[in-house]
């Protein structure tokens, strides 16, 4: 009788698992909302906060001076903006029989995930205070977030806002960010409902080059209406607090010095790993290594005029 690998009286005991030495990728969130701000770094002993100033815009006049005799003086004022830095990290404690007798590289494994926890927790400290913005744009006939006359189905980011927006930071003189175009960072599921947009859609159909390049093919929004948008999963998304538990999006139109991102020179965002042996009293016996992550951040809005925040739903019903 022949001996099988499977069945009565087979081997199934040497019937192993075969483990791919590859972990699999981990999904990410597009880190952006620091990207577009003023980046000031704080000196080595600077202190932990940073002062911005602003001389306020002296106003034209249009009264002809009277010969011989002086105007009356003209004097301007100073705003300030303050920030103040905070530090931010994880770390994780790993045995001396994990890192040794584990299957995977668990120290190389812990280091990455870190360093992207670290990308996705400073992006959201910054996020958070970007819309914390007092300018803002509620979506069709929504005059508020909550409430009965608050965001609700229905309520999509379309041209007609995104026109809005636009003509909104070009009253106060809000300057373009790169390459002539405002920024705006938009979900996934607010881009997906622009491209159901039959208004943008047929600017892309007659405008848009007439290759892969084209939005209709790439499925990337890009330039539109003089913005350029950017779609970042960690947008802001108030769930079930509009109208009648609807999401609420915090799509940011963002203009040039708007805001102010600042860490410290001297103690830049890394990973630190302490390996066995390293610790001293406090691990007498070597039996654990650390891997974690620190970072000292902090972000201001420097002109609230020159950000707007349109707080929409989306038709994908998700929260976030």
């Known amino acids: 009788m022949a001996i099988e690998l499977i069945g009565a009286g087979g081997m199934v005991v040497e019937l192993k698992q075969t483990y791919d030495r590859q972990l699999l990728m981990r999904a990410l969130p597009n880190l952006v909302h620091a990207k577009w701000g003023l980046q000031k770094p704080l000196p080595a002993r600077g202190g932990k906060s940073i002062e911005f100033r602003r001389m306020t815009a002296i106003a034209a006049t249009t009264t002809a001076l009277t010969e011989g005799t002086p105007p009356a003086a003209t004097n301007a004022t100073f705003t300030n903006i303050a920030a103040t830095i905070s530090q931010y990290g994880q770390y994780a404690q790993i045995s001396d029989l994990l890192e040794t007798q584990a299957f995977d590289p668990v120290i190389a494994e812990y280091t990455e995930n870190f360093g992207e926890s670290m990308g996705d927790s400073l992006d959201q400290v910054v996020r958070n205070v970007l819309v914390a913005g007092t300018t803002i744009q509620y979506a069709s006939t929504a005059a508020t977030r909550t409430g009965a006359s608050g965001v609700g189905s229905g309520m999509y980011i379309n041209s007609a806002e995104i026109r809005e927006a636009t003509n909104t930071l070009k009253r106060v003189n809000a300057k373009p960010v790169v390459d002539g175009k405002f920024i705006c960072l938009v979900h996934p599921d607010n881009t997906r409902d622009l491209f159901a947009d039959p208004v943008i859609v047929e600017a892309f159909q007659h405008a848009a080059p007439r ?28 769930a079930s607090s509009g109208l009648s538990g609807a999401d609420v999006y915090g799509v940011l139109f963002i203009g040039k010095e708007a805001y102010a991102v600042t860490e410290l020179s001297t103690m830049q965002a890394r990973t630190i790993i302490h390996p066995r042996g390293s610790g001293g009293h406090t691990d007498p016996l070597e039996q654990y290594s650390t891997v974690g992550w620190k970072a000292a951040i902090t972000s201001a809005i420097l002109n609230q005029d020159f950000m707007l925040r349109l707080e929409c739903n989306a038709s994908r019903v998700t929260a976030a």
């Open 211 to 238: 290759s892969e390049a084209n939005p209709l093919f790439s499925g990337v929004l890009g330039d539109y209406m003089g913005v350029r948008f950017v779609e970042t999963t960690n947008l802001r998304v108030w």
